[in-house]
Every structure is written in C-alpha cells, then in structure tokens.
C-alpha cells in the first residue's frame, strides 16, 4: 500500500490546516491508521491514531482537544484536523498504517509510512 499525505502549508498561529492521507494499491479500511510528526531537532512524535472501522481514536495528550483523526474507509483516507495551532506545531507531518490494530503510539507499530507534509506555523 502507498501513502500520500497531503494538506500542509504555511498558516498563522490559531489558524487551521487538515492533513490528507490517501491509500493506494490497497485499501486501508481494515487497518489502523496513525499520524506522527518531526520537528526539526526533535525525535518523530506521536499525533493520533484511528481505529479501522473509525470508532476508536487515540491522541497525544498534549493535542488531545485541538486536533482531530477520522477516516473516510469508502475514500480510503484518513484526515487529521489541527485547530488553534501554535508555532511549536511545525513539523513534517507523516500518515502511517498499522498492522497490529491497537491504537500504538510507538513508531514500531506502524508498518507503512507516507512521505510527509510540511506544516508551518508563525507567530
């Protein structure tokens, strides 16, 4: 399967941005799906995570509130909606899949990983 994250840009804090993740060559309707991010000095962090059928999510708590995962399994894609971001939001931003089924924060978890998006955040 091929992921293609899309949806990053250039927005002002307390702006909003949704992130695209669309699958390909095999759907991702059974799987969980995951998005992480990487700050530049920093290790890749854990977002959100969304269980196959979308009724469980999972967050980090520290964006639990402001961000938001779902999926549209007929689209074969999984959408995160980042609200009221901040400056220390900027990141790139990668979707991932994951054939384990547990809502995993850990990178280890996830099997299959799109290329990344660039978010940016000024103040």
């Known amino acids: 399967v091929q992921l293609q994250a899309s949806g990053g840009g250039l927005v002002q804090a307390g702006g909003s941005l949704r992130l695209s993740c669309a699958a390909s060559g095999r759907t991702s309707s059974s799987y969980t799906m995951g998005w992480f991010r990487h700050a530049p000095g920093k290790e890749r962090e854990f977002v959100a995570a969304?269980?196959?059928?979308?009724?469980?999510?999972n967050y980090a708590d520290s964006l639990e509130g402001r961000f938001a995962i779902s999926r549209d399994n007929a689209k074969n894609t999984v959408y995160l909606q980042m609200n009221s971001l901040k400056p220390e939001d900027t990141a790139v931003y990668y979707c991932a899949l994951s054939l384990v089924g547990n809502l995993a924060r850990h990178i280890n978890y996830y099997n299959c990983w799109g290329q990344g998006t660039l978010v940016t955040v000024s103040s």
């Open positions: 969304i269980s196959a059928s979308g009724g469980r999510t």
